[in-house]
């Protein structure tokens, strides 16, 4: 993709200022700030209005700077080589004397980390001389970023520079697996638990469910438009907005398309930017077609059922 070099260097200069900075991953865009600064990493919590318990994920151009702050394990090197660049998150031991803010962590011994793909946050991350924390960049609990204008419909005016990298290619965030002990999803995303099972010859799937609340993305009321959804919905109401998974011949004006023929990929890519469109056409409520849990279906379902907690 075609980038301007001078923005990315005027990013560069914000964020050696420990200011925060939008940047675009093929995920969601992020909210980037200086992951060694305490400074720079409070304003994210702030801009976002973020609960100070919940940590961040750390972005990193290579294995060679990643290597300076964790330890790395066999697992994580099996799924680094097959997954990264890419939408995988690894938490791993911190190492003692790593440099990362303890603000990012909240103190935790452990720390998220992300090697992104998009092209832009790739150039960024070379010239740095520190990772990124990133949260997703959207206040807290509403729908992540798809585009730069959803970035600024969000904060307003609040962030100094948000880096314009069109779409994100996948639309879904990263999905997060524990190499801590044994290997553990904690959250889907944007890759299929089944690629990673593969890779590393287990089976990943029953992990998920089976285990108390240890990541925030997977508490209750997340990724919300801000009004309510119902799920599984074969008739919607009059008023109420349809989310349907393909193009329909009858289409009417409340109805919406998440893909062309059904393809997931093109229903995850949609998936936030719909979501956001619905709102912004005024409908009060959602009600949503079934969709298949098979692959990133499952994601879809993960993110939409949480979103449904919304009353109110
Ligand atoms: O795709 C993504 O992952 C995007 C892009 C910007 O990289 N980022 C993102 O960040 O979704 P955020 O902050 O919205 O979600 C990160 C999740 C949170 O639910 C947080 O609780 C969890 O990662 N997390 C961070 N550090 C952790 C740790 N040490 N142990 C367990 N969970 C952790
Ligand atoms: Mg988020």
Do not use: W
Not at 40 to 50: E, H, N
Not at 94 to 117: C, E, M, Q, Y
Not at 171 to 186: D, H, M, V
Request: aromatic share 8%; proline share 4%.
């Amino acid at each position: 993709m075609k980038y301007n070099l001078s923005n990315i260097k005027k990013a560069k200069i914000l964020l050696d200022n420990k200011e925060c900075v939008a940047i675009p991953t093929e995920t969601v865009y992020g909210l980037a700030a200086n992951a060694y600064s305490d400074k720079a990493v409070k304003k994210i919590f702030k801009l976002k209005k973020r609960p100070n318990h919940n940590p961040l994920i750390v972005h990193y151009y290579n294995l060679e700077n990643l290597k300076k702050d964790c330890e790395v394990n066999k697992n994580f090197m099996k799924l680094f080589k097959r997954f990264s660049p890419g939408p995988i998150t690894y938490i791993l031991k911190l190492k003692k004397n790593s440099k990362i803010s303890g603000f990012v962590t909240n103190k935790k011994k452990t720390l998220a980390v992300r090697f992104p793909k998009h092209a832009i946050s790739r150039k960024l991350l070379k010239l740095l001389d520190y990772p990124l924390a990133a949260p997703s960049a959207n206040i807290s609990t509403k729908v992540s970023p798809v585009c730069a204008q959803d970035v600024k419909d969000d904060f307003k005016g609040k962030i100094k520079l948000i880096l314009d990298g069109g779409r994100s290619s996948v639309g879904l965030e990263s999905t997060i697996i524990s190499l801590i002990n044994k290997p553990q999803i904690l959250r889907l995303g944007g890759l299929i638990t089944s690629n990673i099972s593969k890779c590393l010859n287990t089976n990943l799937n029953k992990s998920l469910n089976s285990q108390k609340i240890i990541t925030p993305g997977q508490m209750k009321l997340h990724y919300s438009p801000g009004i309510p959804i119902r799920l599984n919905i074969k008739k919607p109401k009059k008023n109420e907005a349809y989310l349907m998974l393909k193009k329909n011949k009858n289409l009417r004006d409340n109805f919406y398309y998440l893909s062309k023929n059904g393809d997931l990929n093109e229903v995850a890519k949609n998936l936030y930017i719909t979501l956001r469109k619905i709102k912004k056409d005024k409908f009060k409520s959602i009600a949503v077609e079934k969709i298949t849990s098979r692959g990133l279906g499952k994601t879809i379902n993960d993110r939409l059922l949480k979103a449904s907690k919304f009353n109110g």
